[in-house]
């Protein structure tokens, strides 16, 4: 597959090359572009030999938190040990505020996703695989039915067998457990782990979940070898290949971007991305979609994008979202909007969740309405001291973070709504 390849390039351009190429969304555009060539290889290598190639590429999930893929495969039991069906579950419901790049890949690259997709399946053996794509993408559900339809024509599927599914518009259903009890008919509900997936997933049986992104990357890796993509890197040799960052919030041109891990942050905000509006500075930025810490003005200007330069900044790369706030951002509100969406998509099965991300909404809204008090920034302090690491998924854990890097950082913004100071524009 031809694309520019220089392994230290600042922006290498694997996932989003034919972004804006209609012809690559048809079966024949994508094989013109070379595409199923690495599925071809893969099929000729033993399952455990292609897992090796992954495993050694030092490619991680890019669906938040960033698990080495080839790792996790190596968790399924081995081809001589499959005494049960194998299953692949492909997480294509991308809910995470602030996220939107799996969507452009399905728009408009739904054969790499294929093709990505039958290389796991050969690696894992699994007989099936689901790819269960977020209900209200509408056309990049429609793109992908055609692409399977054309593979399947093209008999690309051999004996490997794919569902699309379409996901049941809660953003808890993107949670791998909750996912797979979804595709299963069930409400989607996480389960507690152990058991894993790997032991028992999907219908019970053994199940590897990936990330759009993650599978899209495969078959570059397959075609160009691990040492190529492992080279992929401009800081940490723990997060190699290139990353597609969604830019969104008060910028100037927002959008996907793709860029080498270890990618800094300031120049995605200022360069890539337009920096801010005429007149405005960056007040803070979340680098990783809505779930993890808030970074201020200095920290997005040092953070490193990759999983350890994130971790430096006291923050996660998770799954890619950058949202920007500028100078006029009501840090206040913009927290009080995210407690909102976590205790409307919390499941209600643990109560630090279900009682933790409704009362902090609450508190948030009552600082908000000016009838705050100066105890309540400490109480939400200990309410999210307890929604953190106690629950099934880590939903509550998501509506933590904000909360507590927010009233760290911005404490002032808190305490003048507290003192009067200052009146909601918004409500
Ligand atoms: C509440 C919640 C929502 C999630 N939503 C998504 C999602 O929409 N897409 C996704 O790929 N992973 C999502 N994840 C992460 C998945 O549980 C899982 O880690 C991922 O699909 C694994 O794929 P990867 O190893 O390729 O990243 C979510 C996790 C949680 C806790």
């Known amino acids: 597959m031809g694309f520019p390849h220089n392994p230290h390039a600042r922006e290498t351009v ?47 999930g890019r669906g938040g938190a960033g698990f080495p893929t080839g790792l996790k495969w190596t968790f399924m039991p081995k081809e001589k040990d499959k005494k049960k069906p194998h299953y692949l579950c492909v997480n294509a419901d991308e809910s995470e505020p602030g996220t ?53 024509a093209a008999k ?51 199940t590897t979940i990936n990330n759009v992104e993650t599978l899209a990357v495969v078959p570059h890796i397959i075609t160009h070898g691990a040492a190529w993509h492992k080279a992929m890197s401009l800081s940490s040799p723990k997060s190699t290949g290139t ?26 905000v200022y360069e890539l991305a337009g920096g801010m509006r005429p007149g405005r500075t960056l007040k803070a930025c979340i680098p990783g979609g809505s779930s993890v810490p808030i970074l201020n003005r200095e920290e997005t200007e040092r953070c490193l994008l990759d999983y350890e330069g994130c971790v ?27 407690a909102r969406f976590y205790a409307h998509e919390s499941c209600a099965q643990c109560t630090q969740c ?32 307890n929604m953190t690491g106690k629950t099934i998924c880590v939903l509550s854990d998501s509506c933590a973070a904000p909360v507590v890097s927010g009233i760290k950082k911005f404490r002032g913004e808190f305490e003048d709504y507290i003192a009067g100071r200052r009146r909601a524009m918004v409500a």
């Not at 794919?162 to 949670?175: D, P, Q, S, T, V």
């Not at 830019?247 to 971007?257: E, L, T």
């Open 14 to 60: 694997l996932l989003s090359q034919y972004f804006g190429d209609p012809e690559a969304r048809s079966y024949k555009g994508w094989v013109k572009r070379g595409g199923y060539e690495a599925l071809q290889q893969a099929l000729a290598m033993p399952p455990a030999a292609v897992t090796d190639v992954v495993k050694e590429s030092g490619l991680r």
């Open 100 to 152: 939107f790049k799996d969507r452009e890949i399905m728009r408009w690259t739904p054969h790499a996703l294929l093709e990505g997709t039958l290389i796991t399946m050969h690696a894992i053996q699994a007989d099936v695989a689901y790819i269960y794509i977020r209900g209200e993408f509408t056309e990049p559900f429609a793109v992908m039915e055609q692409a399977l339809a054309e593979a399947t």
């Open 156 to 206: 690309a599927l051999g004996t490997f067998k794919i569902y699309l599914h379409k996901g049941a518009g809660a953003y808890i259903c993107g949670e791998e457990t909750a996912l797979m009890s979804s595709i299963e008919g069930k409400r989607g509900n996480p389960r507690i782990k152990p058991p894993f997936p790997a032991a028992f997933g999907v219908f019970g049986m053994p």
């Open 243 to 268: 990353k597609l960052f969604s830019v969104c919030g008060h910028i100037q041109k927002p959008g996907n971007y793709e860029v080498t891990m270890g990618f800094p942050l300031k120049d995605l």
């Open 312 to 338: 430096a900044e006291g923050t996660l790369l998770g799954s890619g979202g950058v949202i920007v706030f500028d100078d006029s951002a009501d840090m206040v509100y913009q927290i009080m909007r995210l």
């Open 354 to 385: 279900r009682e933790g991300t409704a009362w902090t909404t609450k508190i948030l809204e009552r600082v908000l309405a000016g009838q705050g008090k100066m105890q309540d920034l400490d109480l939400l302090l200990d309410l999210a001291e």
